[in-house]
């Protein structure tokens, strides 16, 4: 293809594509949820593949679709870097950030170093503390919160739900066979001093029916409870998001390939009500929605 395709196109169907709406990014951009289709037909006619499942009442990536929004969100986000130093814009600018323990120390923290190449000029003051409610974030710029839903009166945007998966150390597996249920210690999170049902949900759904989840060991975060699985102390049923690093490095093991999706998920909010929102927040929502769109 000699030519590129239309640029308005392009961001069209890249601001869908996080939208995960036609509706949705017509709302963002401004322009009727009509334009927005006929601008991603007029991209899939000239690459001749589609991009999208039209299904009922939604809409879903294809494996192409899936690809090109990755690349694109990231050439965006340098377009904009250029655009802003050429503007004389590229000033030192602070986001104040608040995030749960285990996803900082994680998610979050493995993917600094892309944030700060992208944009040199944002500086991130993070911080973990449990906030509760509006009034404690009002000094935030943003937060991601885990939970089931997003907090009424906000602006919010779903960053990813939880996936569970079985772990354990390879120390305590055996002739290439994980460590049999009955009898293993089970690992556990602690959430405002009660322990999430994790373990449980994973015995209704795919057993084994007998197994007693009460046993086990307790933690206070999820970061603690895989320190603990790394160290062979026992099994945990973990965000597979967490671990990703452990298990390409196979410091980790995954029992078996079945998973649970859990209630809880992170979502992404702007804690005060503006005008419009900040370049900096901009910037950061931008790079955090794009990085979630991969594996």
């Not at 392009?10 to 949705?24: D, N």
Request: charged share 20%; aromatic share 6%; net charge positive.
């Amino acid at each position: 293809m000699k030519r590129l395709p239309p640029l308005n196109a392009l961001k069209a169907f890249a601001v869908a594509a996080r939208q995960g709406s036609f509706t949705l990014a017509g709302e963002e951009l401004h322009i009727t949820q009509g334009a927005i289709s006929r601008q991603i037909k007029q991209l899939e006619s000239a690459l001749g593949v589609p991009l999208f499942l039209r299904l009922h009442q939604a809409v879903q990536l294809t494996d192409a679709g899936r690809e090109l929004a990755e690349s694109l969100q990231r050439l965006f986000a340098e377009m904009e870097v250029a655009v802003n130093k050429a503007a004389g814009k590229h000033r030192r600018q602070m986001l104040a950030l608040n995030v749960p323990p285990t996803f900082a120390t994680r998610w979050l923290a493995p993917r600094l170093s892309d944030f700060q190449a992208r944009y040199p000029h944002i500086d991130l003051s993070i911080t973990t503390d449990r906030i509760g409610s509006l009034r404690e974030a009002r000094s935030l710029d943003c937060l991601i919160v885990f939970d089931r839903q997003p907090w009424a009166k906000v602006a919010c945007e779903p960053v990813m739900k939880e996936r569970h998966i079985m772990v354990s150390s390879p120390a305590l597996w055996k002739q290439g066979q994980p460590p049999a249920l009955p009898g293993a210690t089970l690992l556990h999170v602690l959430d405002g001093g009660q322990r999430l049902p994790v373990w449980e949900q994973w015995i209704a759904r795919h057993g084994p029916r007998d197994l007693d989840a009460k046993p086990g060991l307790n933690f206070s975060t999820l970061d603690q409870a895989i320190n603990a699985a790394l160290a062979g102390a026992g099994v945990v049923v973990v965000d597979e998001a967490m671990v990703v690093r452990e298990l390409h490095s196979g410091e980790l093991l995954r029992h078996n390939p079945l998973q649970v999706e859990g209630p809880f998920g992170y979502w992404l909010m702007l804690p005060t009500r503006q005008s419009g929102t900040p370049e900096r927040v901009s910037d950061f929502r931008d790079w955090l929605l794009s990085c979630a769109l991969k594996p």
